[in-house]
């Protein structure tokens, strides 16, 4: 990797910690787990012993969770960061 891909990578990793900030703190410990956010992914069951409640209170917390994300005006900075990217390296071109 490179300097440029390495500055690129670190601008898309503050916008995304920017918006996930937004989020309560259990919604947040909830998206890190989930996606692996400096951890190993966990499943539904992980997340359950560690957080406790129910399977479908916590993918419900997701959804509120990743609907609040996407809904965002970051999101849209995220987005335009990974057009940009994919642009310029013509990944996910079809």
Not at 57 to 80: C, F, G, P, T
């Amino acid at each position: 990797m490179d300097q440029e891909e390495s500055f690129d990578r670190k601008v898309l990793i503050d916008a995304l910690e920017e918006a996930i900030d937004t989020l309560s703190p259990k919604e947040r410990v909830l998206i890190y787990l989930r996606f692996g956010w400096g951890v190993s992914p966990h499943t539904f069951d992980e997340i359950i012993y560690i957080l406790g409640g129910t399977r479908q209170a916590l993918q419900q917390m997701e959804e509120r969770a990743l609907s609040k994300l996407s809904k965002l005006s970051k999101s849209k900075k995220i987005r335009k960061i990974i057009e940009d990217y994919n642009e310029e390296t013509n990944f996910c071109r079809r």
